[in-house]
């Protein structure tokens, strides 16, 4: 089973930029997995953001961050990122990542798989 764990969040400021990464390890092969960004906010519950499939040919996005935000990956490095451009306040959140569902046909869906969570990364945005 893969395992993440989220690094480079950070207290920005309204319209700055922060890029987050995502480490895979563990037992399973990432190239196998599309791979999508989570964010939970306090006293609201988790939500997908963005997702990418597993040879990285196809993306999607809520439309809460569409068009500031950009994933991708290397499966040489087992890595994800996470572009956020833009930030607002309302960004403000824990950010993580997990194999997610690939949908029909096979791409990727803003639906985890997983099991379990890594430790996250904390974005905070302030105005």
């Known amino acids: 089973q893969l395992e993440f764990k989220e690094s480079g969040g950070g207290l920005v400021q309204s319209g700055e930029s922060l890029r987050l990464s995502c480490t895979v390890f563990?037992?399973?092969?990432?190239?196998?997995?599309?791979i999508a960004w989570f964010r939970q906010a306090p006293g609201q519950e988790r939500e997908g953001i963005a997702c990418?499939?597993?040879?990285?040919?196809?993306?999607a996005y809520a439309d809460s961050v569409s068009g500031r935000f950009t994933i991708s990956r290397d499966n040489s490095r087992n890595t994800v990122y996470l572009q956020m451009n833009r930030l607002k306040p309302e960004d403000t959140a824990r950010y993580y990542c997990?194999?997610?569902?690939?949908?029909?046909?096979?791409?990727?869906?803003?639906?985890?798989?997983?099991?379990?969570w890594g430790p996250g990364a904390q974005v905070t945005v302030s105005s």
């Open positions: 563990g037992g399973g092969i990432m190239s196998d997995n599309a």
């Open positions: 997990a194999a997610a569902w690939p949908g029909s046909p096979p791409a990727c869906t803003l639906l985890s798989k997983s099991d379990s």
């Open positions: 990418i499939s597993r040879a990285a040919t196809k993306t």
